[in-house]
């Protein structure tokens, strides 16, 4: 197993509401990422957590936001939902040295309805 | 034009066979490449990166043609648990300062007894 760990393992969700997902990064992992998995594709990247500061953004709207605490753990926000937002939300961790060697957790598995 | 792309197969094969995937990228300027693995509801995996002369793995074999712009996997002597979806993920070069990985929609392999 990767110690990445993710919360909840699944959760049902109204159009409109808002979420709010949660990671542990892998001991000694800086760094955070987001993805969106859609079924049937490839993850996608929604943004990066370093050092508690965003660190890049994909093609996602603001109402998707996060933060980073000071042990590296990692929020995903998701503010007013569309069905479109339905997806695997996998968070990923990664030191300095190799930050494209990246750990993924479990996945949050988010459905609006 | 996606920046990745890969054949989502399926590629059903028997035990013991030799099967190859093929993944192209558009952008010439990406520098870093790798292969996840993911099994059916489970988180992407690590299986190997890609060096520009070629890597070896076990029964699996990793190459980078730059010319043609693709890499690829090929797996020897299948076993029924490779069964997965195999993941491209390209390194561009705009994402080298933000460390995000873009991955292809997957392949999938079906390996048959």
């Known amino acids: 197993e990767t110690g990445v760990t993710q919360s909840p393992t699944h959760l049902i969700k109204t159009r409109g509401q808002q979420v709010t997902l949660r990671c542990s990064s892998q001991?000694?992992?800086?760094?955070v990422s987001w993805y969106q998995q859609a079924l049937g594709q490839g993850p996608q990247f929604i943004f990066q957590?370093?050092?508690?500061?965003?660190?890049g953004r994909g093609n996602f709207p603001p109402r998707f936001s996060g933060l980073q605490f000071p042990n590296y753990s990692s929020e995903l926000n998701v503010n007013a939902l569309e069905l479109d937002d339905s997806a695997l939300y996998l968070c990923?961790?990664?030191?300095?040295?190799?930050?494209?060697?990246?750990?993924f957790g479990p996945g949050t598995r988010l459905t609006v309805t | 034009r996606k920046e990745v792309e890969q054949d989502p197969g399926p590629f059903n094969v028997p035990e013991g066979a030799t099967v190859a995937f093929n993944c192209t990228y558009s952008?010439?300027?990406?520098?870093?490449f790798f292969w996840y693995r993911q099994d059916c509801r489970k988180e992407p995996k690590l299986l190997m990166s890609?060096?520009?002369s070629g890597n070896e793995d076990g029964r699996f074999t990793a190459q980078l043609n730059r010319a043609s712009q693709y890499i690829s996997l090929l797996i020897r002597d299948s076993k029924l648990s490779d069964s997965a979806t195999y993941l491209c993920?390209?390194?561009?070069?705009?994402?080298?300062?933000?460390?995000?990985?873009?991955f292809g929609s997957g392949t999938r392999l079906q390996v048959q007894p």
């Open positions: 001991s000694g992992h800086n760094t």
């Open positions: 993920v390209v390194i561009l070069p705009m994402d080298t300062g933000r460390r995000a990985l873009t």
């Open positions: 957590y370093y050092r508690e500061e965003e660190n």
């Open positions: 990923a961790s990664s030191s300095d040295s190799t930050p494209y060697e990246q750990y």
């Open positions: 952008n010439s300027a990406s520098q870093s």
């Open positions: 890609v060096y520009s």
